[in-house]
C-alpha cells in the first residue's frame, strides 16, 4: 500500500512538473487579463539603427525610427510587428485576439531616414493590462562597404500603467 502511495505521488509530481508552466501561464493570463504565448528569444539587434519611445497608451505606442547607418533598410509595413510582455524577468509573445490580416507593403529605410510611427494595438491585442511590454520589429539591411547583410529587430519597451 505505501509503494503505491508513494509511486501514486511521484507519478503525481511528475505530471505537475510537466504541466506546471501551462498552469503558471493560465495564473498570468488569469491575473494580468492578457493571452501569453511562448517564451521569447534574444533578437538580433544593429548598432546605427534606433527606435525611441515618444509616448504610448494602453492600446498604442508612438516611436521614432531612425536609419543611422549607410544602409538602405527594407521592412514590411508598420503593421508588421510582434509584442511582447514581461512577467517575473522573462519577455513572452502576446497572443493576438481574432484573425489577422497583413498586406504586407514593403517599406524602405533610406540612410538617415527617420520616421515616427503609432503602433495600434486594440484591434490585434485588445487593451493592455497594466505591465511591461516591448514593440518587435524585424528590418533587413541591404550590404554596404561598411554594414553586413542581415536581418535584425528594432525593439522599443514601454510601461502600461
Not at 492578457?34 to 539603427?49: I, P, V, Y
Not at 510582455?85 to 497572443?95: C, H, K, L, N, Q
Amino acid at each position: 500500500m505505501k509503494k503505491s502511495l508513494l509511486l501514486i505521488t511521484a507519478l503525481l509530481i511528475i505530471v505537475m512538473s510537466c504541466s506546471g508552466c501551462e498552469a503558471v501561464k493560465g495564473f498570468i493570463n488569469k491575473k494580468f487579463g492578457a493571452t501569453f504565448g511562448e517564451l521569447a528569444g534574444n533578437k538580433t539587434l544593429r548598432e546605427g539603427a534606433k527606435m525611441e519611445y515618444i509616448s504610448n497608451t494602453s492600446d498604442t505606442l508612438t516611436v521614432k525610427i531612425e536609419n543611422l547607418t549607410d544602409s538602405t533598410w527594407q521592412s514590411g509595413n508598420m503593421r508588421d510587428y510582434s509584442l511582447e510582455a514581461e512577467r517575473d524577468g522573462e519577455w513572452y509573445s502576446v497572443t493576438q485576439i481574432g484573425e489577422f490580416a497583413n498586406t504586407m507593403e514593403l517599406m524602405l529605410f533610406a540612410p538617415g531616414n527617420e520616421l515616427t510611427h503609432t503602433f495600434k494595438f486594440k484591434d490585434r491585442y485588445g487593451k493592455l493590462p497594466a505591465g511591461k511590454y516591448r514593440v518587435v520589429k524585424s528590418f533587413w539591411a541591404n550590404a554596404t562597404e561598411t554594414v553586413e547583410a542581415g536581418e535584425f529587430h528594432l525593439v522599443c519597451e514601454f510601461t502600461v500603467e
